[in-house]
């Protein structure tokens, strides 16, 4: 705990006392069934509290039938959620931590696809995401929105919890209400702050009086919307004060940005700094005497310790640095901080995942999403097992075999482990993803692994050790387009980045983009950085289309911009040739399959971002090996980090 004295510091919430300032702050998980809490929402919460956690609040429960965004969101106003909230609750009590409900309306933001009713907002203003005009909500409808809040809250306390959040921030009626770019009203619920934060108020005094003294109640707030004519931080502090005034309120946690509009700021990639929303809760804190949470990417607890430290709030929301390591405070706590698998902020299981309507999960944490699912247990005896290949399938198929007590030994042609991710990291902005290889490797050897670098394992050495199990994890290689042709300048985005390519300043390069993810706009940007002139191709409708899913789109976009890196949708490459002799260009054919037509472009480079090969000439030549031969990731199918690591952790847990 040295450094760390502020993070474990108790802390008086209302009629809680907390053990430290550690929050697992409210966020979608997508684990309802049926519209109610699961036996997945227990063990999930559960693995937090019991990883020492000092507060968690579980994801929004909706207070009324009209709201209805997603597929799988608790229906708070339900009666029969109540079985469920005490599942939760008491599976989180037993480690002795607090619990909270967050409660909320989505309002404007959502979709009548699933409700089949009409969407409620202050004023008829359409969701740019959902693109869906809300119904303006009458007098009558404001007061059974509030009626709704007093009785999911009501269901919380029946339940077990030990109080509630009001979600008023990024995706929220109550927002929508407190925004003057939402709130177009001219009745008592709109006009100045004082009539936009009406609801709010009224909601406040249902909530306490449904949930009485005796539990927490806070408020989550936007600190700045991050669009025209949205709120402020100005009026966010002007409306957190009016929250203190009403003496119901025991702290205000903290956001920034819009759910839909504005998204990619709430839950920022690794392109964002850490600690970026911070001011937000430092303007808000320096305003009110409440205890105040703050936000912003804080993914390691020297950040948290300093944040705290520094007087920016009170108490650090901490949500993908625990949904990637359950045990980060109590790691933290016992003075073990190297030892916690720090978050990415790649959003690609987590954000990602929520995004295609699927289960949260983790890149680095193959448990996530499946904490309800026990594990079988080890064999009788340890076993001795061989690994091939340190990328991230590899050192986590050795970590948890290792952690289950095998004896592993693991074999890596190369200098270094790493693999593809090693590769990778070395792009511009993107060297946070190394950390998923350096945290598998600590992780390797705290359990006793045997990390052979810079030698090759061959069918015939590992047959001679006769070892009791194989792993395979050799990876894949890169595949020239059928249309190359052997032109030695049409290249991979690895040989660019491992050194074998290139491309001088000055010089045209045109990046092929048939996977649509950060293969191709890093290389671009590191191009487009050695002074290239950067151009993508895709034959996809947008340049790097799952740069959204995982909100780097936004963000990239900005960079390309300036960087004068230009992009080309609906577009095949269908053929290539030399260029004039001496020239080493690559004149190339370049079909737009929306029109059908075909142009001819000559560029100096064609760097290719395309999809792999299996590495798996070791899986044919022991096919017939007298012991069992597992595969995982690419070596298997070429996918990204999140299958190699699961498959590692699959075969792990096999042998």
Not at 307 to 327: F, N, S
Not at 342 to 359: A, I, K
Not at 546 to 564: F, M, P
Not at 640 to 652: K, M, T
Request: proline share 6%.
């Amino acid at each position: 705990m040295s450094g760390l004295r502020h993070l474990f510091s108790p802390l008086r919430l209302g009629p809680l006392t907390l053990a430290n300032r550690i929050v697992f702050s409210a966020h979608l998980t997508n684990y309802a069934e049926d519209g109610l809490p699961s036996e997945q929402h227990a063990a999930y919460y559960a693995a937090r509290a019991a990883g020492g956690a000092g507060l968690i609040i579980t994801e929004e429960h909706s207070t009324h039938v009209t709201d209805w965004p997603y597929e799988k969101l608790i229906h708070g106003f339900s009666p029969r959620v109540v079985a469920g909230y005490r599942r939760i609750t008491e599976a989180v009590h037993a480690h002795g931590t607090p619990i909270l409900a967050q409660l909320n309306h989505n309002g404007g933001q959502a979709s009548s696809m699933y409700s089949r009713l009409p969407v409620w907002a202050p004023s008829p203003v359409p969701d740019p995401l959902f693109r869906e005009v809300p119904k303006e909500v009458t007098v009558a409808e404001i007061a059974e929105i509030v009626a709704g809040y007093a009785a999911v809250a009501a269901h919380c306390a029946e339940g077990g919890f030990d109080g509630v959040e009001l979600q008023c921030s990024h995706s929220s009626i109550v927002r929508g209400f407190l925004s003057p770019a939402t709130n177009l009203r001219t009745d008592a619920y709109g006009g100045p702050l004082e009539n936009r934060a009406r609801l709010l108020r009224e909601i406040v005094d249902a909530v306490r009086e449904a949930i009485g003294p005796g539990r927490v109640l806070g408020v989550r707030l936007c600190g700045d919307e991050l669009m025209d004519g949205g709120t402020a931080i100005a009026e966010a502090v002007e409306t957190a004060r009016m929250v203190e005034a009403t003496g119901k309120v025991d702290y205000i946690n903290t956001s920034i940005g819009v759910a839909t509009s504005t998204l990619y700021m709430i839950e920022a990639s690794m392109s964002v700094p850490p600690g970026y929303a911070l001011f937000i809760s430092n303007a808000i804190r320096r305003a009110v005497r409440l205890p105040v949470i703050g936000v912003g990417r804080i993914k390691d607890p020297v950040q948290a310790e300093r944040a705290l430290a520094e007087g920016h709030c009170d108490l650090v929301g901490v949500v993908r640095g625990q949904i990637a390591d359950p045990d980060f405070a109590a790691k933290a706590r016992a003075g073990h901080t190297p030892h916690i698998r720090t978050c990415l902020s790649c959003n690609q299981e987590c954000v990602g995942r929520m995004g295609l309507n699927r289960w949260l999960g983790c890149v680095e944490n193959p448990r996530a999403g499946r904490e309800a699912v026990p594990l079988p247990a080890p064999g009788p005896r340890p076993r001795r097992i061989l690994v091939v290949g340190g990328g991230p399938a590899g050192l986590q198929a050795a970590a948890t075999a290792a952690g289950r007590g095998h004896a592993v030994t693991l074999y890596e042609r190369a200098p270094a482990t790493g693999g593809q991710v090693a590769t990778a990291a070395t792009a511009p902005g993107r060297a946070e993803f190394l950390d998923v290889v350096r945290n598998l490797l600590a992780e390797c050897v705290r359990h006793g692994v045997d990390i052979r670098t810079g030698t090759e394992a061959t069918a015939e050495s590992l047959r001679a050790e006769a070892p009791d199990a194989v792993v395979l994890a050799t990876g894949a290689r890169p595949q020239p387009p059928y249309w190359a042709g052997g032109l030695e300048r049409v290249v991979d985005v690895r040989d660019v980045l491992e050194g074998r390519a290139a491309p001088a300043a000055g010089q045209r390069v045109l990046v092929v983009d048939e996977l649509g993810f950060h293969q191709a706009t890093s290389v671009a940007e590191l191009l487009a950085d050695r002074g290239c002139r950067v151009r993508i191709s895709t034959p996809a409708m947008v340049v790097g289309q799952d740069l959204g899913v995982t909100l780097d789109l936004e963000t990239y976009s900005v960079r390309a911009h300036g960087k004068g890196i230009g992009h080309a949708t609906d577009q095949v490459v269908t053929g290539a040739r030399p260029g004039p002799e001496g020239s080493g260009a690559v004149e190339l054919d370049i079909l737009t399959h929306t029109t059908g037509e075909v142009a001819q472009e000559r560029y100096d480079w064609v760097v290719c971002a395309l999809h792999q090969t299996p590495e798996d000439a070791l899986w044919h030549a022991l096919k017939d090996a007298p012991f069992p031969v597992h595969r995982a990731g690419d070596c298997l199918t070429p996918r990204r980090a999140h299958a190699a690591v699961v498959e590692g952790h699959r075969a792990g847990v096999a042998l």
